[in-house]
């Protein structure tokens, strides 16, 4: 028997802004939609993110994994939705810099030059833990992927890559949790946790001040197989334990039929 895969560290940002008072709903998250031709989840709507690299652990200055995840996350989220979490002493990146450090990184530039070059940092303090999320041992490929929360800075527009991903939407949590039972969006199991996290939330200030005072705690789910069907099986504490609404389920558990998208099996609406 081979010796599971070793997880390759990996980050995702939940970027958030305030919703308009029209719409009924305090907040909106981005999900973006990986291309038809992607060579891994194909189709699904997911948060900007991908893997640390070393000028990652580079521009976090030694100070470990966590931050390292961080800076990860700040430049997956320029490259893919053009937004910048960025400053210079007090003031935001704008959104010309944005677009034009996104251009350098297309281009093949470093992250910590094109930053340099603007007197821009990484705000890596605005870029607060929501969860931690390592992919099940029985899977080839896995990953140690770190959830980030951050609310999108004022006078930034988000924007789609146009190659690895061809939509951009802004739902909140409820509307997003909505379209994907019905089908409208396709969600990743990891993606549901992140977005039932955050559902219970009068406003995104409440959101955001959660995340700052919660421990994160490491979670690994378990997959099975029932015939053609899949299934992976997440703890609900730690992922869930905590939040407004009472207390989680001790298990959630998601379903992958053929050509369908991922379903919970388990009974969601106490959130």
């Known amino acids: ?19 308009e008072a029209a719409f009924g709903e305090p907040f909106e998250l981005l999900l973006l939609r990986r291309e038809a031709g992607a060579s891994f989840v194909a189709g699904a709507h997911v948060f900007p993110g991908g893997q640390v690299d070393e000028d990652d652990s580079l521009l976090a200055e030694g100070r470990g994994s966590e931050p390292a995840a961080r800076v990860a996350a700040v430049r997956e989220l320029v490259e893919e939705a053009g937004v910048l979490l960025a400053r210079a002493d007090r003031r935001w990146a704008t959104a010309a810099e944005a677009e034009a450090v996104r251009d350098g990184l297309a281009a093949g530039a470093s992250f910590a030059s094109l930053l340099g070059e603007r007197g821009l940092r990484p705000a890596l303090e605005a870029v607060v833990p929501l969860a931690h999320i390592v992919t099940p041992a029985s899977e080839p490929r896995r990953f140690d992927t770190r959830f980030f929360a951050a609310e999108l800075p004022a006078g930034q527009l988000a924007r789609h890559d146009g190659s690895e991903m061809d939509e951009l939407v802004w739902l909140a949590p409820r509307r997003a949790l909505e379209q994907a039972l019905a089908g409208e969006v396709a969600l990743l199991p990891p993606t549901w946790m992140a977005i039932l996290r955050l559902m219970p939330f009068a406003s995104l200030a409440d959101a955001l001040a959660w995340a700052v005072a919660r421990p994160i705690e490491r979670a690994e789910p378990h997959t099975g197989r029932d015939g053609e069907t899949r299934t992976v099986t997440f703890p609900g504490p730690p992922l869930l334990a905590g939040l407004p609404g009472g207390e989680p389920p001790p298990l959630v558990c998601f379903a992958l039929e053929p050509g369908r998208p991922w379903r919970p099996l388990t009974d969601l609406g106490r959130r």
């Open 1 to 19: 028997m081979n010796a599971p895969a070793v997880p390759r560290a990996a980050a995702t940002v939940v970027v958030l802004r305030e919703a």
